[in-house]
């Protein structure tokens, strides 16, 4: 890529072998999910052990995956069902859970059980433990993290909630760090660390304007979130930090996802630059839904073919011609992206006829992977 990057990988295939992270990328609707779970097949025919965290899939996507079934929070090993893993390749899947992410760190950094107690059964930290913005990028973050010091795997592959914005991602687990570090709430956090009452003289006025605009209820929860939350704010941010720094490792790769219309590769182009600017890079793009290619055939004239009246065949031809006419304008839209990227791998995935709904039409687009983008 033109950016500076920690990109040293070649082919698709490169980033899939030698990746211990790839985060796939792109604004909303474009295939993320779906092309976590390919990338997440591929790795395991490779004969790795993939576990793949998906961030709300489509129904049919999350059956097609195994998760339907209570929506599991915890890794669930997909069977081989009509697809050969072989080499000793494992493919686990799993769906974030958020609040439930939130709620295994505070049990990590409390003192004790009363400490647990207080915040989680507290009503500001339930709101903000699914809410926050950000929240939910960093404990996608977050449980990348566990899963990459989890000795059954040795790949996690990673949806991104939707977002135009790369930083979402690459800038969540510094948000909640900032989050502490703000002064009003070390204003909060100061009586009980100091042993005074509530709230010191000076904070009072302040926390009282406050009130008035927030609800004194809404004040009083958060108060007592941030006096729960006193002493374990240097736990989480070591946590982020290292959540940080496995982001930016080299071996954790970015792909970035998009459909071939010149909207989404614009959001592409500004997404692959965002991460170029960071010096994180794109491993690789892959463009999903994709006109598929038929082949070169120049649309004859006047061709009979026996049985069938002349209006059919001329209106079949006229179908195909329009076909190869979408799929040259869709080429032509991804040049943008190419261009940015290159000499990054770019895969084309293929429009299929109906929705991804099992393993064997994951495994349809899955095929192509790996194929150079002219057979797509
Ligand atoms: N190549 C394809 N051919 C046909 N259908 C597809 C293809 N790729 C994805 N789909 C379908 O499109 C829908 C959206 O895909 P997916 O959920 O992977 O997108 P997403 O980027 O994760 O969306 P969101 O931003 O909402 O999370 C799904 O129902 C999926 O089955
Ligand atoms: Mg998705």
Not at 130 to 142: I, K, L, P, R, V
Not at 204 to 231: C, T, Y
Not at 256 to 275: C, G, K, M, N, Y
Not at 345 to 353: E, G, R, S, Y
Request: with cysteine; hydrophobic share 45%; aromatic share 6%.
């Amino acid at each position: 890529m033109t950016a500076d990057g920690p990109v040293a990988v070649g082919s698709m295939r490169d980033v899939v072998q030698q990746s211990d992270v790839i985060v796939c990328c792109g604004s909303g609707g474009v295939g993320k999910t779906t092309t976590a779970a390919i990338i997440g097949m591929d790795a395991a025919r490779l004969g790795r052990s993939v576990v793949v965290v998906t961030i709300d899939p489509a129904k049919r996507l999350a059956d097609a995956l195994g998760l339907s079934m209570g929506l599991s929070s915890a890794p669930q090993r997909i069977g081989g069902v009509g697809v050969d893993m072989g080499a000793g390749g494992e493919m686990w899947a799993m769906m974030l859970d958020t609040a439930a992410t939130f709620d295994g760190l505070v049990r990590i950094y409390a003192d004790d059980e009363q400490q647990i107690d207080r915040i989680l059964s507290n009503r500001f930290y339930r709101n903000m433990a699914g809410a926050m913005s950000g929240t939910q990028e960093y404990m996608a973050a977050e449980t990348l993290h566990a899963l990459h010091n989890d000795n059954r795997f040795d790949l996690v592959v990673v949806d991104t909630p939707p977002s135009r914005n790369a930083l979402d991602f690459l800038d969540a687990p510094g948000v909640l760090s900032r989050f502490l570090d703000h002064r009003v709430f070390k204003l909060a956090m100061l009586p009980t660390r100091s042993g005074l009452k509530v709230f010191g003289s000076a904070a009072q006025p302040f926390f009282k304007a406050i009130g008035r605009v927030v609800g004194s209820d809404v004040l009083a929860d958060s108060m007592a979130f941030f006096q729960a939350f006193s002493g374990m704010e240097t736990g989480f941010r070591e946590r982020a930090d290292d959540v940080v720094a496995l982001l930016r490792a080299e071996r954790t790769n970015f792909v970035v996802v998009a459909s071939p219309r010149h909207d989404t590769i614009t959001e592409a182009v500004w997404l692959a630059q965002q991460l170029g600017d960071q010096g994180v890079g794109v491993a690789a793009a892959i463009i999903n839904r994709v006109q598929p290619s038929f082949g070169v055939i120049d649309v004859p004239t006047g061709v009979e073919v026996p049985g069938a009246s002349r209006d059919v065949v001329s209106a079949l031809w006229k179908n195909l011609g329009e076909l190869q006419q979408i799929r040259r304008a869709e080429l032509e839209a991804l040049e943008p992206l190419v261009a940015l990227i290159e000499p990054a791998p770019i895969a084309l995935l293929p429009l299929l006829d109906g929705d991804i709904h099992d393993l064997d039409s994951l495994d349809q687009v899955a095929q192509h992977l790996f194929l150079e983008r002219n057979r797509c």
